[in-house]
């Protein structure tokens, strides 16, 4: 029974909730703004707004939160709010978006507060908002060498649902030369600032439509589209590239532009656009910067403490309506941004970093590409992003692809340049997979080049290539037969003398007739080649040849008479001298025959 009253306590009160946010907020009559300041400075594009309000509880109950409104005119153009306490130390404090139920058409926050109000106890926070594309060029076209006139278009009250004993606001231009602004006393100008109020006893929703009117030759530079790409690699290197589209969205430039003027004259082209800063990581290298033409040699880079000065100058000044596109790109380390624990990777760097100062990002396109084989990939932004989508990138040696993580924003300036924690798991192993397919590829390309050189892919075998190829196997087949027989030869002639030393017969014969034997064989692979060469040299060499074995049988024949005695020693010393001599020519004539074969 206790269960089903619990659960039906729960199921109630998050029905109050839901109901309570689709009807909407009513401000609580016991919340007085005892004072209320704001600074506005509109000194550049991006409109900063800083508002100061001392909240008291007048009522007997405690209070947990606030509303707070914004403008009806500047709600289109809001990019950044964010509400703290005032002191030392101020504590971010969290807020809703929501609706007042009488009010419907007004933007507004639920905030709450650290600690409750009690009686009497008062608070003091700060709301700090960003607005783009609040001010306007008046008149919207300029010719070269006019000034630019700007209108910022606002309320001279601090809106609020509030009752406010005092208020006041001040507007800081960037220069004195004020052309017009609504008149709403008190006012006061000093210099380059316009003080509204102070106003006492506002009720709320006070509204008073101001206009001003002034003159900034500042920058007003505008990014159309930012696309940031950010290549994650586990060997050492995080590669960054961002493709920039800047617009002069000033005054545009009316009728046609004079160089000439441009750089003879001071007053030519004052809210032209010549040159502006990027800064990069502290950590980047190889930093370089092009556009479709190819790279830009008039930048400029500059190594500081905590970051890198990259001077971006176009290769022509930016007036308004003028526009320019433009990539740059560098490396970092990957153990600055890259953090783990295992095979848990947190990946932590800017969702979008700094173009040039009072950057206004109409949309941007951030694409993180993770090493192939991640997985349980979860991306953690600092504030809420649009769009958010997967896609796959393939590059060199991918077999599946790459994940890659894709989130948009829009309306995104300076106070955005935060950093996203991008979370997935990677298995280390999975490092050697690009190192083993490079040795695979490259060992089937050698093994593919042995099978290549070895096959023949002729259509049709050329006859005289063939007989070209037998002829020359012939020549070296008779070579090598002559080299051998030589070999023999001196083998029988050292049989021979060996013999008529120790007069061993048997010995002599049997050696003898088995050189004799190998020495003709070696005379058939002669005579075969000799015939399919059909060459008369070669059938010289192999006649030679014959002569040669004719002349070795003849100095064995005298070497058997001389040893058993058969023949006087002078006549055998005649006949072995002549063998010898004859044999020695036959050699001389077979080697020349051979060398030209």
């Known amino acids: 029974m206790d269960k089903m009253v619990g ?141 630019q006139l700007v209108q910022y278009i606002g309320n001279a009250y601090i809106l609020t649902p509030y009752r406010c004993k005092t208020q006041n606001t001040n507007f800081n231009l960037p220069s004195s030369n004020i052309e017009s602004y609504t008149r709403v006393s008190p006012v006061s100008t000093d210099g380059s600032t316009i003080s509204y109020g102070p106003y006492s006893d506002t009720t709320p929703y006070s509204h008073f439509r101001i206009t001003l009117h002034y003159e900034n030759n500042g920058p007003f530079l505008g990014i159309v589209s930012l696309e940031r790409l950010i290549q994650v690699s586990h060997w050492g290197v995080i590669q960054v590239e961002e493709h920039v589209h800047v617009r002069h969205i000033g005054a545009v430039l009316k009728g046609s532009f004079s160089r000439f003027d441009y750089q003879r004259s001071p007053n030519s082209g004052l809210s032209s656009v010549k040159s502006y800063v990027s800064l990069l990581p502290a950590a980047a290298e190889d930093v370089y910067y092009r556009d479709e033409i190819g790279n830009i040699s008039t930048s400029h880079l500059r190594d500081g403490e905590d970051y890198i000065e990259l001077t971006i100058r176009p290769r022509f000044p930016l007036f308004g309506g003028w526009q320019t596109r433009y990539y740059i790109g560098y490396n970092v380390p990957t153990y600055e941004y890259l953090f783990h624990s295992g095979s848990h990777f947190v990946l932590k760097m800017r969702f979008v970093d700094h173009i040039f100062d009072d950057q206004i990002v109409d949309e941007l396109t951030t694409r993180i590409i993770l090493p192939e084989g991640s997985k349980n990939i979860e991306l953690k932004t600092p504030y809420k992003v649009n769009d958010e989508s997967r896609e796959i990138h393939h590059t060199y040696l991918d077999t599946v692809g790459r994940p890659v993580v894709v989130a948009k924003g829009y309306n995104l300036v300076e106070q ?182």
Request: hydrophobic share 40%; charged share 25%.
């Open 416 to 597: 955005h340049i935060q950093d996203f924690e991008l979370y997935y798991d990677f298995e280390s192993y999975l490092l050697l997979q690009e190192p083993l397919l490079l040795v695979g590829a490259l060992l089937l390309f050698f093994c593919v080049i042995v099978v290549v050189v070895r096959l023949d892919f002729s259509i049709s075998k050329d006859v005289n290539v063939l007989a070209r190829q037998q002829a020359s196997a012939a020549r070296e087949a008779i070579t090598n037969a002559i080299d051998s027989q030589s070999r023999l030869s001196k083998n029988m002639l050292s049989t021979i003398d060996n013999f008529k030393k120790n007069k061993d017969g048997k010995i002599f014969k049997t050696t003898f007739s088995d050189l004799s034997k190998r020495y003709k064989d070696l005379g058939k692979v002669i005579e075969e080649q000799s015939e399919q060469l059909k060459d008369t040299d070669a059938i010289k060499i192999f006649r030679k040849s014959n002569d040669i074995l004719e002349a070795l049988n003849r100095l064995q024949q005298l070497a058997d008479q001389v040893v058993n005695a058969r023949i006087k020693q002078d006549h055998y010393v005649k006949e072995e001298e002549n063998t010898r001599k004859r044999l020695r020519n036959l050699e001389d004539e077979i080697e020349a025959m051979v060398q030209r074969l």
């Open 7 to 147: 659960g039906s306590v729960v199921v109630t009160l998050v029905l109050a909730v839901l109901l309570k946010g689709c009807i909407g907020d009513e401000p609580d009559s016991n919340l007085l703004i005892t004072r209320a300041s704001r600074e506005v400075d509109l000194s550049s594009p991006v409109v900063e707004q800083t508002v100061t309000l001392s909240l008291q509880n007048e009522g007997a109950s405690p209070i947990s939160n606030f509303l707070f409104t914004v403008d009806n005119n500047l709600v289109n153009h809001l990019a950044y709010i964010v509400i703290e306490t005032k002191g030392k130390d101020p504590v971010k404090l969290a807020m809703q978006e929501t609706s007042i139920k009488s009010q419907p058409d007004i933007k507004t926050y639920r905030v709450t507060l650290p600690s409750p109000l009690g009686t009497q106890e008062a608070v003091t926070v700060v709301v700090k908002s960003v607005f783009t594309h609040a001010i306007t060029a008046h008149p919207s076209e300029i010719t070269q060498t006019e000034k």
